[in-house]
């Protein structure tokens, strides 16, 4: 069990639309990976169970992996550019109350979306890396991916609600107390 | 009949006089002209409002109204279409109103999940381990005081001058 603070009032008014930081999108970029790796495996299982029962043989991927390469690096391309064209959010950056949106702060376009993912292969690929060092050391936390694209991401959720909600736990049912820490 | 035989003659000339003569006077006076002529706003100066006020009998007149033929009446449709919600909400501090009531524990019994609070908690360190790092990672290249002057978001979201809380 791992006890957690409750969120600081200051930390969680007033920060919707701000640009954000290393961490969170670090954390949703992980999400993502785990979310697509995931929804990749169960399709590869679907796939080979329907071929089996189709066709009475077996097939697995892994064994082709030049195919294998080129179809996760397709499926990647889409799960990315598809959420982030959709909603500018892919489901980590939803989960950590994120958005791209363009360097102006309106939506992004599904062209947008394109260049944005071929850029985070490349700053992830090409440059190792190096290339997210921008989220911490340029004015608008921009990786090199965000430059490619003409993009930033800033905090998308709720902060006023969750203020609220905070208000709420902290003043516990008819008034009585609620403790100051939540266990998760 | 009038016992005076004399004096009821006349009277019953005086009133056949009357029939023809009060006619012929009535259509002589124009009384548009009387009418522009009164100041209504002295008159209404005169009128003790109070006085008037206090003979009235409220709880009569209120017995004798029909509120449901009224209630009938009255296209609630359009009042509230007429209604700004917005304008109204805005005026409304929310933060404020919740700390006083219990609001607030409605609000957590009634929108929140266990899922929805962990998320708060997770957004919210995120929030914090984000601000940390950016100072931090300025600060030992020795930009730490320039970040304080770095804009909080892209201009459309939170206004072309807007600084960073950090």
């Known amino acids: 069990m791992t006890t957690v603070p409750v969120p600081s009032p200051a930390l969680t008014v007033g920060r919707q639309g701000n640009y954000a930081g290393a961490v969170s999108r670090l954390a949703a970029f992980a999400a993502d990976v785990g979310a697509s790796w995931g929804l990749y495996t ?29 179809v996760l690096t397709l499926w990647e391309f889409l799960y990315f550019t598809y959420q982030w064209a959709v909603s500018g959010k892919t489901l980590g950056m939803a989960i950590l109350g994120l958005q791209v949106v363009t360097r102006a702060g309106a939506p992004i376009s599904g062209r947008q979306a394109v260049f944005r993912t071929v850029g985070l292969g490349i700053t992830l690929f090409l440059t190792l890396g190096i290339g997210f060092l921008g989220i911490v050391y340029q004015r608008d936390r921009r990786a090199l991916n965000d430059y490619i694209a003409g993009t ?23 008034g009585t107390a609620a403790p100051q820490e939540h266990i998760i | 009949m009038s016992p005076n035989p004399i004096g009821n003659r006349v009277e019953q000339l005086a009133q056949s006089l009357a029939e023809h003569i009060v006619p012929m006077i009535v259509d002589a006076i ?16 005169r009128v003790d409002v109070d006085k008037i006020v206090e003979r009235v009998d409220v709880d009569q007149i209120i017995e004798r109204v029909d509120v449901q033929k009224i209630i009938d009446r009255v296209d609630v449709q359009q009042i509230i279409e007429r209604v700004d919600i917005n304008a109204i909400v805005d005026k409304i501090d929310i933060d404020s ?22 998320l708060d908690v997770i957004r919210a360190q995120g929030v914090g381990l984000d601000d940390f790092i950016l100072r931090w990672g300025n600060r030992l290249i020795g930009r730490g005081k320039k970040v304080r002057h770095w804009p909080a978001g892209p201009p459309l979201l939170v206004g072309p001058k807007a600084i960073a809380p950090t």
């Open chain 1, 42 to 70: 169960l399709g590869v299982a679907l796939l080979n169970a329907a071929l089996k029962l189709a066709t009475g043989h077996s097939f697995t991927l892994s064994n082709h992996q030049l195919a294998a390469f080129i």
């Open chain 1, 152 to 174: 930033a991401v800033v905090y998308d959720w709720d902060a006023r609600a969750a203020r609220l909600r905070w208000i709420a736990r902290k003043e516990g049912p008819a």
């Open chain 2, 30 to 45: 124009d009384i548009d002209s009387i009418i522009d002529k009164v100041d209504v706003e002295k008159i209404i100066e």
């Open chain 2, 97 to 118: 109103l919740v700390e006083q009531t219990e609001l607030g524990s409605i609000i957590a019994r009634s929108t929140t999940g266990v899922l929805t609070e962990v």
